[in-house]
C-alpha cells in the first residue's frame, strides 16, 4: 500500500482547531494609535503578544474572553509611545494562533 493508504488520516482535530478565532483584524492601520479586534468562539484564556520586526516582546496581555463577545485592544494602551514602525501582533488561544501586521505611524 501507499503511505497515504497504509494510515486512517482523521483530520477533524485539525479542522476544528482552526475554527476557534472567528475574528482577528487590526483597524486603523495604519496609525499612531491602531486597535485589535477579535472574537472567539469558545470561552477561554486568550493572550496578546505585540512584537517587533526583529520579534522582540514589546507587550503581552492576557484576557479570560468569552466566547461570541466582541473584544476591542487599543494597542496604544499596551504599549503607549511606540516608536514609529512595522509590528506583528499575535492572538493565542488554547489551540489556534493567529498573527497580523501593523504599523505605527506618526
Known amino acids: 500500500p501507499t503511505f497515504m493508504n497504509a494510515y486512517n ?3 477533524s ?11 482577528f483584524s487590526i483597524a486603523n492601520n495604519p496609525s499612531q ?3 485589535i479586534n477579535f ?12 512584537t517587533d520586526i526583529t520579534g522582540r516582546i514589546v507587550a503581552t496581555e492576557n484576557i479570560s474572553a468569552e466566547a461570541e463577545k466582541n ?8 504599549t503607549p ?11 493565542n488561544t488554547e489551540v489556534e ?3 497580523e501586521k501593523f ?3 506618526r
Open 9 to 11: 488520516w482523521n483530520t
Open 13 to 23: 482535530v485539525e479542522e476544528n482547531m482552526h475554527d476557534n478565532i472567528s475574528l
Open 33 to 35: 494609535s491602531p486597535s
Open 39 to 50: 472574537s472567539i468562539n469558545k470561552t477561554q484564556q486568550t493572550q496578546i503578544l505585540i
Open 71 to 78: 473584544y476591542t485592544v487599543n494597542i496604544s494602551d499596551l
Open 81 to 91: 509611545n511606540l516608536p514609529q514602525g512595522i509590528y506583528l501582533a499575535t492572538l
Open 97 to 99: 494562533r493567529k498573527t
Open 103 to 105: 504599523i505605527i505611524s
